[in-house]
Nanobody, 124 residues
């Protein structure tokens, strides 16, 4: 069974950076993607970034690319999200998600498995 465990969330001030991590286990497919999806209070889930395994091709929506960077450790089936210049609008629960796919899903609804999520709060 696929399990995704996130870590590294917390409270930061506007303008600060934060890195969150996700370690996956139980993935038996050699081709899959891992991604980050966030959900702010009262809003729908939105994709933040995604990366494919084993190729390492990454994707982020244009609005995210400038401040959010995804990376991966293939040996650990782990991904990381470096978030810079965080703003209050970035406050959300950040989920790690997995999909058995060749390319990053165009919708968060297409992910197959989800972590429990971690809270990231940006406030002064």
């Amino acid at each position: 069974q696929v399990q995704l465990v996130e870590s590294g969330g917390g409270l930061v001030q506007p303008g600060e950076s934060l890195r969150v991590s996700c370690v996956a286990s139980g993935i038996t497919s050699g081709q899959f993607v891992l991604g980050w999806v966030r959900q702010a209070p009262g809003k729908e889930r939105e994709g933040v970034a995604c990366i494919s395994f084993p190729e390492g091709d990454s994707y982020s929506p244009r609005a995210m690319k400038d401040r959010f960077t995804i990376s991966a450790d293939k040996a650990k089936d782990a991904i990381y999200l470096q978030m810079n210049n965080l703003q209050p609008d970035d406050t959300a629960i950040y989920y790690c998600a997995e999909a058995r796919a060749w390319v990053c899903p165009h919708s968060p609804r297409l992910y197959d498995h989800w972590g429990q999520g971690i809270q990231v709060t940006v406030a002064s």
